[in-house]
């Protein structure tokens, strides 16, 4: 496996599981919840959006072997605090996918697209930069 591929792996399991076409399941809570509302796609994407941005700057550094593959994400300060208040903000609006792994259909590139994001997930896994 490349450093590509590992990096990868390893941040969708540690950070996001934000992988088009996935079916990724939130085991913290109830099953995944398709979505479907054209505001809330909007606020998914946004989200999906921050957070495929981090995926890229994590990935560039485990290629780099800048930090182990696990914490690269975590040398990126503004980017973290740029999702989990993004986070905030979507689960402030959205409170019951809190603990959900949300799906939806983006169609923005013209073609339907898959997206699935593990929310329950997300915010300890962010955490994991601010704990010793």
Not at 15 to 37: C, E, K, M, N, Y
Not at 94 to 112: E, L
Request: with cysteine.
């Amino acid at each position: 496996m490349r450093i590509h591929e590992l990096s990868f792996c390893i941040l969708a399991i540690a950070i996001l599981f934000a992988i088009p076409g996935s079916d990724a399941r939130a085991q913290v809570g109830s099953p995944t919840l398709q979505v479907t509302d054209p505001a809330a796609v909007a606020v998914l994407r946004s989200l999906n959006s921050r957070v495929n941005a981090l995926s890229k700057l994590a990935t560039e550094c485990a290629e780099k072997k800048l930090a182990p593959p696990e914490r690269c994400f975590c040398r990126y300060p503004a980017e973290v605090e740029a999702v989990k208040k993004e986070l905030q903000a979507t689960l402030r609006a959205y409170p019951d996918w809190a603990t959900r792994a949300v799906a939806w259909t983006d169609t923005s590139s013209g073609k339907p697209m898959g997206q699935t994001l593990a929310i329950a997930h997300l915010g300890p896994a962010l955490e994991k930069c601010t704990a010793k």
